[in-house]
């Protein structure tokens, strides 16, 4: 029999949920694939909407991985680039992994593990501008592959990441199965989906608002991380 295919998602505190949850779905249905759910500790891990996830495995117990996956998370970025644990284990896995990729602003994590420098690589909208403190090009996609390395836009993305890979691994009549049964058929009430084409003043409103306070902290501890 062969090995399965070990697919790891790091998790911590404060993660967006669906960045993890959204591909866990897709990739958890591709054949021969083995999915690990890896924190610093078993105990249960606080979304940043309030949902507990419950780790499979710690840093310590974690399989070698093919393919290994970190999510983003507001706050919660800030406080992993910042836990050497947390960046070691993602240096570690890379290093190995046939596969190393991240959903929205875990791009940051694996910039802080230095694998971004000088690639080509994609976040969540509202923190692109920080790439270049990573060793990053950002390109403007929604998807971005350079190497081994993938990364992915904003939350939603992840699941167009995950079929895109589900489809390199196993093939497209796989992938297109997957999205079938998943019912991934997007139809969003309302065109906003991207800064591009939000209405007018919409990004910058979010940009002043809601993000103001994660920008300044993603700043200050990319700039840590890079001193250290």
Known sequence: MSSPFNIGFVIFPDLTQLDFTGPLQVLSRVPGSAVHIVAKSSAPVPSD?????????????????????????????????????????????????????????????????????????????????????????????????????????????GIDFALSVAAELAGEDVARTIQLGIEYDPAPPFDSGHPDRAPAGLASSLLSGRYAGSRSAYRASLERAARS
């Open 49 to 157: 909407c309030g949902l507990g996830l419950v780790p499979t495995h710690t840093f310590g117990t974690c399989p070698a991985l093919d393919l290994i996956c970190v999510p983003g998370g507001n706050l919660g970025v800030v406080n992993a680039i910042g836990d050497r644990e947390t960046v070691d284990f993602v240096r570690r896995q890379a290093g190995a992994a046939r596969y190393v990729t991240s959903v929205c602003t875990g791009a940051f994590i694996l910039g802080a593990a230095g694998v971004l420098e000088g690639r080509r690589a994609t976040t969540h909208w509202a923190f692109t501008d920080f790439l270049p403190l990573v060793g990053a090009t950002h390109e403007k996609a929604r998807i971005v592959k350079d190497g081994n390395v993938i990364t992915a836009g904003g939350v939603t993305s």
